[in-house]
Each structure stands twice: as C-alpha cells, then as structure tokens.
T-cell receptor, first 116, second 114 residues
Framework: EPEVTQTPSHQVTQMGQEVILRCVPISNHLYFYWYRQILGQKVEFLVSFYNNEISEKSEIFDDQFSVERPDGSNFTLKIRSTKLEDSAMYFC??????????????FGPGTRLTVL | QQQVKQSPQSLIVQKGGISIINCAYENTAFDYFPWYQQFPGKGPALLIAIRPDVSEKKEGRFTISFNKSAKQFSLHIMDSQPGDSATYFCAASIGNFGNEKLTFGTGTRLTIIP
C-alpha cells in the first residue's frame, strides 16, 4: 500500500539554525500538507500546498517557515531560524484531491524536531 | 470558533467493553468529520469519517454518531480489544475545494485492559 514517507525521523538542531524536513507524498496525490504536534498536545495545521503554491497557511506559519516542491516527488518544510518552541513532531500529509468529503489525507510517520 | 473540543482526555476500558469518545464543534461550516487513530511513533491514520447528512456511520466495530443540531459527534468502539489501545483524534474540515485543512481535537488516550 502506498504511504507517505518522511526524513529524517529525528532532527536535533541548535536554536537559530535552519532545518529542512523532507516528505515524499503518495505518488498520484496532488494536495500536500504540513501539520505539527507539540508533545502531548493536539495536531495543528500549518500549511496546505497545491499546484506549486500555498493554498492556506495558519498563523503559526510565519515568515520563518517555507514550503517547496523542488521536484516531482519531494515536498519540504524549511524553518529558517529555529526557536525552542519549534520543538515538535512535524507530520506531512497528502491527498489525491482537495475534497475532504470524498478523499482522505494520509499522514507520514513524522519527524521529531528538537531545538536546543 | 474553529475549535473542536474532545473528551475525555484519557479513557480506560475493559476488554470487550464499549469505548465512547465525544467531540463538539462550533463552526457550522464544518462538513466533514473524520476520526484518526494514532499509535506511538506513528502518524495519525484515518479510522472512519462522516458527513453531516447522516446521523450514524458504522464500519465493523467502529461507529460514528452525529448530532447536527447539538453540533456533537462521537466515536463508539464496540467489543474493545487491547489492539485498540491508541490515541484517538476527532477532526473537522470545511469542504472548500483545495482548502481541506483538518482541525483536530485534543486527543483521547484509550487503554484497553484485559
């Protein structure tokens, strides 16, 4: 069964450093998402991406964050200057269409980001 | 208004019993209500979902009950098994094409004891 993959599984970085989290969505999917989950809290939407542009972003997704689909398979989340509060599990998700009523968002296993 | 409130935070049920998790929402524009199951170290996985035009949906041991007037929906797990031990999240989204962000509840840690 196709699945969303994410690398690395765990990333440790120093505050102020840039990190890039990588995702490979399911191959025939067209809509891509990033969510994050701070330890013990709920999953929060960050950004959705379709047709090489951002569809929607949350208030969490400020100028320190960016997303890119650099080729036909990868989808990346970049945090330019990490803060302690960026420590969380970051999930990538993809769906075949953007129509949630008839389609499913499939989540990857996540990247645990630890900012020291 | 975008929040989805979920209860209880944790739940312990004996094997064979019924597990019930409740969610409530405010935004009447929500029109898709999925439940996700998450095991430790894994991403959330879709379990079952419902649209507001039906009041109940059943898939195997899992049932969603939906009360549109009360803006509440719940997950029932019948004959709960130890393998059901996981964290469950309710979620909601608005069906605008290309704008399907999920708003999650706070999660319920379910433990099924023998």
């Amino acid at each position: 069964e196709p699945e969303v993959t994410q690398t690395p599984s765990h990333q440790v970085t120093q505050m102020g450093q840039e990190v890039i989290l990588r995702c490979v969505p399911i191959s025939n999917h067209l809509y891509f998402y990033w969510y994050r989950q701070i330890l013990g809290q709920k999953v929060e939407f960050l950004v959705s991406f379709y047709n090489n542009e951002i569809s929607e972003k949350s208030e969490i997704f400020d100028d320190q964050f960016s997303v890119e689909r650099p080729d036909g398979s990868n989808f990346t989340l970049k945090i330019r200057s990490t803060k302690l509060e960026d420590s969380a599990m970051y999930f990538c998700a993809s769906s075949r269409t953007g129509r949630g009523g008839t389609d499913t968002q499939y989540f990857g296993p996540g990247t645990r980001l630890t900012v020291l | 208004q975008q929040q989805v409130k979920q209860s209880p935070q944790s739940l312990i049920v004996q094997k064979g019993g019924i597990s019930i998790i409740n969610c409530a929402y405010e935004n009447t524009a929500f029109d898709y209500f999925p439940w996700y199951q998450q095991f430790p170290g894994k991403g959330p996985a879709l379990l079952i979902a419902i649209r507001p035009d039906v009041s109940e949906k059943k898939e195997g041991r899992f049932t969603i009950s939906f009360n549109k007037s009360a803006k509440q929906f719940s997950l029932h797990i019948m004959d709960s098994q130890p393998g059901d031990s996981a964290t469950y999240f309710c979620a909601a989204s608005i069906g605008n094409f290309g704008n399907e962000k999920l708003t999650f509840g706070t999660g319920t840690r379910l433990t099924i004891i023998p």
